[in-house]
């Protein structure tokens, strides 16, 4: 009866999201590509929360493992604010893999030997799927700011139509960290009878003032760039000094003084002469770095878009929250991290408190970390044991077992 | 896993019937959960504070939420559970008056289980030693103790009906078996069922 061999390991790992812990004999779910599902044809446009309608819309998305003859095997991954589909093995040529590599592949938390783990990229997003970067159909030119305001329960909208093309009545679970974990909430609350369970990981049922606070500065870092011009900046220079200044603002709220005073310190960077007010800290190095680095896969009006999104959202609908899981029958796992000061853990404790109330089936664990909201991409191990055995009982408890032979799924 | 559950697990077991709902405060690895669901076919759920107990919970298939008791079980409903369990916890939280009070309230029965600090050994030991008593029941030395509270069998007898808490049903344990006679003197650990008085019995 000893306990899990799960505190031993703090120290070695790295602060660099995609790091994998068992590269040398897990090769993950190998070369994978991104699949596209195209929908919402005028005159179906699709509906949004706002009234307005939008059409045609491409949602891209990837899969992993195979689905069941029962088709009831799905699990669908939700992906963060500047995250994607490509949650998982490696595009063609590429060095790194997808977003969530270290938790999706054979014998991980999403065992892909088990299970058919699909993710796609949010409506709005920049990356497949529709959004304000896309080709506005009636003017043959990106939508920009004409784009319609979308919010999370479009997204899952969007993301339902996808599970309805793949001819799935019923999803074993979703799971999503930060803005994945909203888009969790929506579909426990909004759509309960299409899925088994729900694993909601560092997330809100809606975001405070503080929240909402850094995501104004980073939007206004984008709009007071002179380049932005109004959203419309297609075809010219994109404003990537302010992009990169609320990707910046980002980083700063995704980590902790802590694994800040770890990884950095005070230590200072040597590029070049020194000039006056140059990068003289690691810690802006690194900032700088990563907001370089996001400029160059994202789109700024989008970066506007999904943070707006995220902060209009609240899963309680202006009711009581216990009231919206009432139709819920799906069992949670809720997961907070100690050291995460923007989403912290009593925001996860609404949510349990919510589940509580509806008699709802839940596990909730604080998991000891000092990577602030970056740990849920960081603490795999903790991760992968508490989603495994969830998940095992979820399949167990639906009469799902990993013995049914497995088809290949073709559209 | 258990093949052989310890006496005062067996005693709760008995207590316990089919397919009944449980919250089992301060559930510690979730053993006894894990059996009341299979011996039972309860319908489980445990609140423990310790972080690695949670993950030993999980992997038994339980549901438990990461939580101090301590703070209260204000998020449930009056009679929510027809059982809720203060099994070797009772004696570690702060307000034992306001945790017991609550879980009356949640519960429609309430089981408690708590080692015997007048068992003869502790008695003998601060007697003639004039130290600290460490027992099976109360393995700890006054430094390191988890125990907040130091009660007697007697203790809490007189406690409950002091407050017109119901004793339906009592058990006490010694090392190798259950204690008939003198158990504020015999026995190491007492399981009490308990309820808010009035009705319900429960066979």
């Known amino acids: ?411 | 896993m258990q093949s052989n559950p310890s006496l005062d697990h067996k005693a709760i077991l008995e207590w316990i019937h089919q397919g009944a709902s449980v919250l089992d405060l301060g559930c510690g690895d979730g053993e006894l959960l894990d059996l009341l669901v299979k011996e039972r076919h309860v319908k489980a759920q445990g609140i423990e504070i310790d972080e690695q107990a949670i993950y030993q919970c999980v992997a038994k298939g339980l549901s438990v939420f990461h939580e101090d008791i301590d703070h209260g079980l204000s998020d449930y409903a009056d009679q929510s559970f027809d059982y809720v369990i203060l099994n070797q916890s009772f004696q570690q939280v702060k307000s034992a008056d306001l945790v017991l009070k609550e879980a009356l309230r949640v519960g429609r029965n309430v089981i408690v289980g708590f080692p015997n600090f007048a068992h003869y050994q502790a008695r003998l030991q601060i007697f003639f030693r004039g130290k600290t008593p460490v027992t099976p029941s109360l393995p700890y030395e006054w430094h390191d103790t988890p125990n907040l509270h130091f009660l007697s069998i007697s203790d809490f007898i007189e406690y409950c009906r002091q407050r017109n808490i119901k004793l339906e049903k009592a058990v006490f344990v010694g090392r190798r078996r259950r204690i008939k006679i003198f158990p504020n003197l015999f026995g190491l650990t007492g399981i009490f069922l308990i309820s808010n008085g009035e009705t319900h019995t429960i066979d």
């Open chain 1, 1 to 411: 009866m000893s306990a899990p061999s799960l505190v031993s390991k703090k120290i070695e790992k790295v602060a660099t999201p995609g790091k994998r812990l068992d590269t040398e004999t897990n090769q993950g779910v190998g070369v994978v590509e991104t699949k596209y599902f195209h929908s919402a044809s005028p005159p179906n446009e699709l509906i949004l929360e706002n009234g307005e309608k939008l059409g045609p819309v491409t949602v891209a998305y990837e899969t992993y493992g195979q689905l069941n003859n029962q088709r009831s095997n799905a699990i669908l991954i939700l992906h963060a604010l500047s995250g994607d589909a490509h949650a998982a093995g490696f595009h063609k040529g590429d060095e790194k893999p997808g977003w969530w590599d270290d938790m999706i592949g054979p014998a991980r938390a999403f065992d892909t030997d088990k299970y058919f783990v699909i993710c796609s990229n949010v409506l709005g997003g920049c990356r497949g799927t529709t959004g304000p970067s896309s080709v506005n159909p009636r003017t043959g030119k990106p939508y920009g700011l004409d784009f319609p305001i979308i919010s999370i329960p479009d997204m899952v909208n969007a993301q339902k139509h996808l599970i309805d093309h793949l001819e799935i009545d019923r999803l074993l679970s979703v799971a999503g960290g930060s803005m994945g974990g909203m888009q969790a909430l929506e579909w426990l609350t909004a759509h309960p009878g299409r899925l088994n369970s729900g694993i909601v990981i560092a997330t809100a049922t809606k975001h405070s003032p503080q929240q909402i606070a850094f995501h104004e500065v980073g939007r206004q870092a984008i709009m007071a760039d002179p380049l932005w011009k109004d959203g419309h900046y297609y075809g010219g220079h994109s404003p990537a000094k302010g992009l990169a200044v609320a990707r910046m603002i980002g980083h700063i709220t995704y980590m902790s003084e802590v694994s800040m005073a770890e990884k950095f310190g005070r230590r200072l960077s040597h590029n070049g002469k020194p000039r006056k007010f140059s990068v003289d800290f690691e810690v802006g190095e690194y900032l700088h770095n990563r907001g370089d680095h996001f400029v160059k896969r994202f789109d700024a009006n989008s970066y506007l878009y999904i943070t707006r999104a995220i902060d209009s959202f609240d899963a309680s609908k202006g009711k009581n929250l216990h009231e919206v899981f009432n139709e819920t029958k799906a069992k949670v796992l809720v997961l907070a991290f100690k050291s995460d000061w923007l989403y912290p853990a009593s925001q996860s404790k609404e949510i349990v408190k919510a589940c509580k109330w509806a008699g709802i089936d839940t596990t909730y664990c604080e998991i000891d970390s000092t990577y602030g909201h970056d740990a849920f991409l960081l603490e795999v191990e903790e991760e992968t044991h508490l989603v495994k055995h969830f998940l095992q009982r979820v399949m167990v408890g639906n009469g799902v077992t990993g013995e049914n032979r497995i088809t290949e799924y073709a559209i």
